[in-house]
């Protein structure tokens, strides 16, 4: 079993939608939840993180932690063409080098 | 304020030849991970560097080893290459080793193996 699952998709929406991008993940000692995203032919860049459980939006993002499920969310409001990419979770623990556990990412396409 | 630039972009090998990556910090940062995602997966960490020591390494055989020099640039050097080493290979720079220390992804050096 993956320390990380994610649903690889494709997920493809119309424009305007919201869209909800979920992981889920076996390790009880993380403590760090981050979202990336990567455009084609290029390095995933941060969306957001969030420690331990909780909320936090920016924009027209939202990052959701529950850890007694060991579930995270992103949630994108009013998906723009320019959303399409893919979406990466990302955990650490906070033991030794902090390295990135990743989830095999989301294609996500937003259609005009 | 540049970011992280890696080099070459692309690479062709043969099986059983050996290769060399390389990674320029973005300014400031002294830390450095690799990280190789195949087609269709996440990155996978492979190690790290800070202040020129391997500071952590994930599940990948002693073929794959690296250096960090004194400007923190860093190489990431692969012996013995496998049809299965095929890849993006990303590198990472951030300012320390914690985890609320950003770590800024280069474009990656997309190797195949023949």
């Known amino acids: 079993q993956k320390e990380v699952e994610q649903d690889p998709g494709p997920l493809s929406v119309p424009e305007g939608a919201i869209v909800s991008l979920n992981c889920t993940y076996s390790n009880s000692a993380f403590q760090y939840f981050m979202w990336y995203r990567q455009y084609s032919r290029k390095g995933p860049e941060l969306l957001m993180y969030?420690?331990?459980?909780g909320n936090k939006e920016d924009g027209r993002f939202t990052a959701q932690v529950d850890k007694s499920s060991k579930y995270i969310s992103l949630f994108i409001r009013d998906s723009q063409p320019s959303d399409s990419a893919t979406y990466l979770c990302?955990?650490?623990?906070?033991?030794?080098?902090?390295?990135?556990?990743f989830g095999t990412g989301t294609r996500l396409t937003v259609i005009p | 304020e540049t970011g992280v630039t890696q080099s070459p972009t692309h690479l062709i090998k043969t099986r059983g030849q050996q290769v060399t990556l390389r990674c320029s910090s973005q300014s400031g940062h002294n830390t450095v991970s690799w990280y190789q995602q195949a087609l269709g997966q996440g990155p996978q960490f492979i190690f790290q560097y800070y202040r020129e020591e391997e500071n952590g390494r994930g599940n990948f055989p002693p073929r794959f080893s690296g250096l960090q020099f004194p400007n923190y640039s860093s190489e990431l050097n692969v012996n013995a290459l496998e049809l299965d080493d095929s890849a993006l290979y990303l590198c990472a720079s951030s300012f320390g080793t914690d985890t609320y220390n950003e770590q800024f992804f280069g474009p990656g050096t997309r190797l195949t193996v023949l």
């Open positions: 969030t420690y331990s459980s």
């Open positions: 990302a955990m650490s623990s906070q033991t030794g080098a902090n390295n990135l556990f």
